[in-house]
Structures are given as C-alpha cells and as structure tokens.
C-alpha cells in the first residue's frame, strides 16, 4: 500500500502497534483488517511466552472459543491464573489469521513463571491478567488531586471511563459501542483507529502515568525486550497487539540495559500452561474477571453478525421468549426495531446498542415487565456457551482419565445448570453417581446433590450440575493424589481418615467411601472409625457418628457394596448410645437440651433403620436393637432429671411406634401439665411431644388437645411471657391448614360447645354415632371420582354402601 498511509508513516518509527480492547468485537474487527493490509512477518501478541507451543493448536477444528490459558505452579497447582479468550477477542483473532497465513505468532507479556511468583496485591491479576486497556474499572478516585501531577500519576484509572467522560457520556460501555462497535473499521486507511486510539492512550499516560498499576512497567519492558528481538529477526514486518494502554509504553525510547534492570531480581517458580475449556459467563465482569465484560453474548453476537446486528439480535430475542411460551409474534420483532431504532436517533447515537434493543424488548415484547427480560440478559446478554479444547491439548493424567470418564459414561460437560436424575439400578447411572461422588470427595465440585421430586428410595439420586472454568485448577491440585479419578479419590479418603478430628468426620468419610465406590479405602477408613469409636465416650459425638453410619449401611443394598465390616461397627455404636444416653441427658441447659433431642430423634432414625439392615444377617449377639432403644426412651420418659423437651420428645416417640398406648401418654401429659410443675418445664415438655409434626396427632387427638388448651388457660400470666416463645415456636413450624384447624376445634370444644376443652369420651377424634349429614354432603364427590353416576339403575344399592364410606 501507499506509503502515504498510516501504516507507512508508523514503519519510519517502529513495528505496527495495534492497541485493542480485550475482549472487543470492534477491537478484532479492525485487527483482522490492519493484518491484512500490513502482511507483517510475524505477530506478536500480549500474553505468557510459556505458550508459544500451545498457540498451534488453536487451529484445530476441535479448539472452540471461549478457551482460557491456564497457568499453574507445577508445586502448587492452586497458584493458578487464567488468559481467557473468546472468539470476538482480538488476540485470538490475531492467533487464527497469523496460522491462516503461515506466519509465526509469538506471545510477549510478562512469563507466566514471574507471574505467579508475584505474591497477591489488590493490582495482582485476578484471573491471569489485568488486562490494562480500560476494562478493569478501578475508578479514578475521589481525592483532590487538582495541582499535584505526582498524585494523579499514582491514582488507580480505568482508561476508558475518563475518554468516555471526555466525550460527555456517563457510561463507558456506550461510548466505546458509539466511537468503535458501530462505527466499523476504518474503510479507507485501516490503522487509522489504531492512530486514534494511540493518541488518546499517550495523552492519559502523560497525565496519569502507569494508572496506579506499577506492575505495568516490568510487564512493558519485557514486552519492549521482545519487540527488538522480533525486529532483529524480522525487520520492521513486526506487528503486535496488546492492549491499548500498554501502545505509548512500547513506542517508548529506551535502552536495553535499562528494560533489562526492571527484570531483575523477579521471583519464580516453575510453571506449567495448557488450554482450558472457558465460558461467557466467566468473561463477565460480574464474575471477578478484571478484564471482564458486561455483555459478551451480545459482543459476541455483534461479531459474529454479517449485517443488521438489531434485527438478527431481535429475532433471536422473539425465539427464546417463544420458547418460554410467550406470545411474540412478527409484528413484535418489527415494531421492537423500530423503537430502537427511534430511541438511538433521540439520544444521538449513531445505531441501536445495548440499551436501546433492550429497552425496545422489554417495551414491546414483555409488556413492561422485567421477568423475562431477565431471562433474556441471563440466556443471550451473558449466555452460557461453553469453548472446547481438543484432546491434544496438555492436560495432567488426572484430566486425561477424567475426559475418559466424560466420555464413558457420556456425561458432557455443560456450563448450562442442569439436573441429573440417576437410577442406580442402571449400571451407567451407577457409574455416573460414583464418578461424581469421587469427584466431590477430590474437592472437584462439578456436581452437588440435590432433593428428589420423585421417589426418595436409595436407588434414586438427584445432582445439580454445572462446569467451571476453575474446576480445571481444582483437577491439577487434586493431581498430587493419584493419575486416575478412582486412585485419587482413594488416596485422598484416606489421608482423611487418619488426620480427621472428629468420630462424625471419620463416619462421613465412610459414607462418602460407599457414595463413591471406593473399596480400596474401605478398610483403612473402618479401622480408623473402630479405633476412634471405642476411644470417643461422648454420647452427642456418638449419637453424630450413628445416622451416617446406619446410611452408609443401606447404600450396600442398591450399589453392591460389601457392608459386612461396618454393620459390627454400627451395632456397636448403638449399644455405646444406648447405655450413655439417660445419663448424658441431665444437667443440661436449654440449648444444650435442643440439642440432644435432636440426637435422639436422629438415633431413632438410625436405630430403626439399623434394625431393618440387619435382620437378614446372622444374629451375632446383636439381639433386639428396637426393644432395647425403647427401653432408654422410657427411661428419659420416666426421669425427672431430664429436661422437658427431651422427655417430651421420648414419650412422642414412643406413641408413634405403638408402644405407648394414648391413655398413658395423655396421663403423662397430665402430669407434666399439673399445676405443680413450672411452666417454663411444661412448655418446653410440650414442644418436645408436639413439636416436628405433631400438630396432626393434636388434630386427631382432641383429648390431648384439650389437656394442653386447659393447661395453657391456667399458666399464671407472670409467667406466661416466658411460655410464649417456646410455644409461638413449636406451633408456627405447623402448616397453615393445621393451625388453622387446631384454631376451630379449640373455638368448638368438645361437643361442638364453647370454652375450655375436656377430655372427651369414647375414641378420640370420634362421636358416639356416625353423622349422616355430614357423610351425604360427600356422596356427589366419591361418586364423580368412581365414575358411578354412570350406572343410574344400581345408584339405589351404592349410596346404601357409600354411607358407611362417608362415615
């Protein structure tokens, strides 16, 4: 080309500098032209040198943006930072047409082995690089700098938010959409944006100097080193790109000795870089990303579009409200453009942005409300896409077996939230839960269990899954315990077992051991919870350590796991609660009573649940492990030294397993609720007998029901402010309907009267003889739901049988 143009003015002075902004659809636009008018003889691109080898493969039909460089500290793998690069990334536009063209593509920033030595300060990187083209809004301050340059050089800037209020706009975003997203790149002389910008990035590095990012100076002189490197190579056919901020540093005159001085003395350590799998939704800057940006679905949109971006944008915005079954219509799509389009003209912009199309969206296509606007931010503003590297890529052996895995049991990494229903009766299903449960205990949180909406059988589980870009990190730390899923988790459970603190830590860990399939480690963690076991005398530790294990128990039967080693443990354990319980309970304080009856009812549960497990097993001296625990709950039932909410809780237990008759629990209501006992003890006895669910048993119960609404009318009212919190808290845990109707038969009283209730005659809940009013009144219904009204001629003969029904 002439050298009348910008580029052959710029040769005169040095390489072609292309400042860009990351992460800038405009910004590749107009590299992509700037390359291809200049044809350079290699480019050079800010970014950890470490990954010249890696930058091959991004030509691999398998490499999809977004990807991330991912460099970590070979004997730290936490120590980690990130290069993410979507496909609207001038970087990685710079990567494709450099492989395109045959031509060598290099990168120039700072070593990824200095890096992360640096120690963490608030300018250090946050996900690799602070990128320093005006993305990372560090604001420019509130102190009063007017007259003192040397402090407004050490302010902290964000390059773009002072050009844009330069320009007069509040908001960067916009300004920068206005002078380059719309604007496109130069059609007559392609470097003439660089130029501009160039001269804007000086102007701000007069003033304020490195922007309170002193870091900024080592990372430019290794860049400036590189440069003359490349140009003793190549001549003058350099061309780089990196940010725009950085463009006044490198044309910068200065010496090789002096840029060298600023390198040394860096710390290091010893690093390793791979590609990684990146997603939109970490380019945010919601996520932390210093580089970030707002919206990289609609940048990405813009980049992507051959022409009328609003209109596809629009378009596309109609599709996934109609997928939500929303009424968008054509006629919508086309008036929405117009109304961006009008409201650009109205505020001086050259075409719709942002704000304009997502204005014109919620006006015309969701009736003013921001529900699903939200939706639409969420799923196209942000987006959930999810890159790709290939499998060439370098990858510690633990990401390899794990990508094997993937693949295996074809559960594909998604960035997308999803839920997983697994039935582990099906062998793949199986495999897919113990995967992820080793994964979880590796400290690898791809998936996290969720409730049920179906069956809550142990053959039934439920997962939340979701990938991170960070999980990556976690697979390289967890590297340290073995090369495979199945050999990590091993060695991990059971460096858990013999350092953990707690009995219901190693319990747990048993557990996990079952969920995960881990039979190897089976036996280390079961020989540390027998030794912890017989060592551990207190009860709440015991009564902790009992459910997990009872569970750990179960899961033998669905997942074919041999259990045998822990069913001696548990009965054990059981007995070890059944003789320190009644003891363990006296002398205690409020909280700490609410909190062995919630031990009791878990030991209940465990108990139960125990039992069932092991009456196929040959009796080995375990005998009968529900008649003893409800021998200890009479005990606590019976004692007076036990504090109220526990004994309460005893006696309910008791009644719900039919070995309490309701004439003997209501006589030791009774007891409990006579005017010699305190009613602080009688209240808190109440909240344990009714409390969790017990608002059905007063509901069927009037007998017990009057006891307590007779006991409550004669609580002494100096008193009964300190009743009330215990009660308002036992009853508000009742649903509505149950409240509700607990409410009416107290209004009623016994008999249908007003008053105190009494107890009653004959069964609870029932009169003396069936009341036909009320069994008419739902004969319509049982016949409507047997479909009898059909056969008119025996209609006769089924309401005889239905009134007893009714009844």
Not at 137 to 158: C, F, M, W
Not at 307 to 320: C, I, N, Q, S
Not at 526 to 546: I, N, P
Not at 780 to 789: A, C, E, I, T
Request: glycine fraction near 10%; charged fraction near 25%; hydrophobic fraction near 45%.
């Amino acid at each position: 080309m002439s050298d009348d143009s910008t580029w052959g003015r710029a040769r005169a002075s040095g390489p072609l500098l292309l400042g860009v902004r990351h992460h800038g659809p405009g910004s590749a636009r107009a590299v992509r032209a700037a390359l291809e008018a200049a044809r350079p003889g290699v480019v050079l691109i800010e970014g950890p040198p470490e990954a010249d080898a890696l930058i091959p493969l991004a030509a691999d039909p398998d490499m999809r943006p977004p990807v991330a460089l991912l460099g970590h500290a070979v004997d730290e793998p936490g120590r980690s930072a990130f290069w993410p690069l979507a496909e609207f990334s001038p970087e990685w536009v710079a990567i494709r047409w450099a492989l395109e063209q045959g031509i060598p593509a290099r990168f120039i920033d700072l070593p990824a082995t200095h890096t992360l030595a640096w120690e963490a300060e608030p300018e250090a990187p946050s996900d690799g690089d602070d990128k320093g083209d005006g993305d990372d809004k560090g604001g420019e301050g509130d102190a009063d700098t007017e007259g003192d340059p040397g402090a407004v050089r050490d302010l902290r800037v964000d390059p773009l938010a002072v050009l844009a209020e330069t320009a007069g706009y509040d908001d960067p975003e916009r300004w920068w959409e206005d002078v380059v997203e719309h604007r496109g790149p130069g059609r007559s002389d392609p470097f003439a944006p660089f130029a501009a910008l160039e001269e804007a990035m000086t102007a701000l590095r007069e003033r304020y100097g490195v922007g309170g990012r002193p870091r900024d100076l080592v990372r430019e002189a290794h860049m400036r080193l590189q440069v003359r490197a490349a140009r003793k190579e190549f001549g003058d056919a350099v061309a780089v790109v990196c940010g725009a901020w950085h463009v006044p540093a490198l044309r910068e005159k200065t010496t090789v000795t002096a840029d060298r001085a600023l390198l040394k003395g860096l710390p290091k350590v010893k690093a390793d870089l791979t590609w990684v799998p990146w997603t939109h939704r970490r380019l945010a800057r919601s996520s932390g990303y210093g580089a970030g940006i707002d919206s990289p679905g609609w940048y990405g949109h813009l980049f992507r579009a051959p022409d009328r971006p609003v209109e596809r944008w629009l378009t596309k915005v109609a599709g996934l409200l109609r997928e939500e079954d929303r009424v968008v219509s054509s006629a919508h799509v086309i008036e929405a453009v117009r109304l961006a389009e009008t409201l650009a003209a109205m505020r001086g912009r050259p075409l719709p942005g942002l704000s304009e199309t997502t204005d014109a969206v919620r006006a015309v296509m969701c009736d003013g409300s921001d529900v699903p606007l939200a939706l639409v931010h969420d799923l196209l503003v942000v987006g959930d896409v999810l890159g790709e590297v290939p499998e060439a890529a370098p990858a510690v052996p633990l990401q390899r077996d794990l990508a094997r895995e993937q693949r295996r049991l074809r559960l594909r990494p998604e960035a997308l939230e999803r839920e997983l229903e697994l039935d582990l009766r099906k062998e793949t299903d199986a495999g897919r839960s113990r995967l992820l449960h080793r994964l979880r205990l590796l400290g690898v949180g791809w998936g996290e269990p969720a409730e049920s909406r179906g069956s809550t059988g142990t053959f039934r589980e439920t997962w939340r899954l979701r990938w991170e870009p960070e999980l990556s990190v976690r697979i390289a730390e967890a590297g340290v315990w073995g090369t495979t899923v199945l050999a990590a988790a091993t060695a991990r459970a059971e460096a858990e077992a013999t350092s953990a603190g707690a009995l219901a830590e190693v319990t747990a860990l048993a557990e996990h051991c079952l969920l995960a399939g881990l039979p190897d480690a089976l036996p280390v963690v079961m020989r540390v919870l027998a030794d912890r076991a017989a060592l551990d005398s207190d009860v709440g530790h015991l009564a902790q350590a009992l459910p997990a294990l009872v569970r750990s128990l179960r899961y033998g039967d669905v997942r074919g796991t041999d259990t045998g080693a822990l069913a001696g443990v548990a009965a054990g354990l059981a007995e070890r609660v059944f003789v320190g319980l009644p003891p363990a309970c006296t002398a205690l304080d409020a909280d700490a009573a609410e909190e062995m009856r919630g031990h009791v009812d878990a030991v209940h549960g465990a108990v139960g649940l125990l039992a069932e497990t092991l009456a196929g097993t040959p009796d080995t001296g375990r005998g009968d492990l529900r008649g003893r625990w409800r021998s200890v709950l009479r005990t606590l039932a019976l004692r007076d030294t036990v504090p109220g909410v526990v004994r309460g809780r005893a006696v309910r237990l008791l009644l719900d397993d039919g070995e309490l008759g309701p004439e003997e629990a209501a006589r030791l209501m009774g007891l409990v609720l006579s005017p010699g006992t305190p009613p602080a003890d009688a209240a808190a006895w109440i909240e344990g007998f009714v409390g969790g669910g017990g608002g059905m048993l007063l509901v069927h119960d009037e007998r017990l029901l009057g006891l307590v609404d007779t006991w409550l009318t004669t609580v002494p009212a100096e008193a009964f402010t300190d009743v009330l919190p215990l009660l308002r808290r036992t009853f508000s845990a009742y649903e509505p309907g149950v409240r509700r109707t607990l409410g009416e038969l107290v209004r009623r009283g016994p008999g249908g009267t007003t008053g105190s209730a009494a107890p009653a005659a004959g069964p609870p809940g029932f009169a003396d003889e069936p009341d036909t009013e009320r069994a008419d009144a739902v004969l319509p219904v049982v016949r409507l739901l047997l479909g009898l009204d059909a056969e008119p001629e025996n209609a006769a003969t089924h309401d005889n049988n239905l009134a007893g029904v009714g009844t």
